[in-house]
């Protein structure tokens, strides 16, 4: 498998598998990405497939915020979200970003559970984040040459997650 950055030609996978992934997500915005932010968009291919990506961008001066990941249907569990992850914590900690930033929804236990092993930590619940009024858990993890290896230095201890009232972003979708 080969990680690298998303050319326009690669549009139509990267439609197919963002809609198997997400029901909640604008296509068009993969597009406005790329645009604003070559080095923040990468796909995963494998013989010739592209089989997952994910997209990050910088959220302020000092922290890069991974704004989608999916693999395709049928290559999951294949270690190929973990080696995207990786490859985009790498383009941010080349940024001098010192931290990096997430959010997933509070039932897909097997995503955070999967960052979770990579080093974020979940920080806070955003009340009713995405459309359909699910909440979404907000982890973080600091960047370093091994991304993989490092936490934030205040870590949760019990798993205790504090709830935030106001959504911090409204839309996700309209970067």
Known sequence: MNIRRFVPDDFEDILSIEQEAFSDHNPLVYIN???MNVNGFLVAVEDNTIVGFVVGYQLNENEGRIFSLAVKDGYKG?????????SILKVFYENTFQTASLEVRISNVRAQQLYQRIGFV????????????EDGVIMKMRTSPQCSSCVLANSLQEH???TRHEPVFKNPGSI
Do not use: A, M, N, S
């Not at 294949?78 to 990786?86: A, E, K, N, S």
């Open 122 to 133: 979940p920080c806070w619940i955003e009340k009713k984040y995405y459309f359909d009024g």
């Open 160 to 162: 205790v997650i504090p």
């Open 78 to 86: 294949r270690g190929i979200g973990t080696r995207l992850i990786h």
């Open 33 to 35: 990405f790329y645009e």
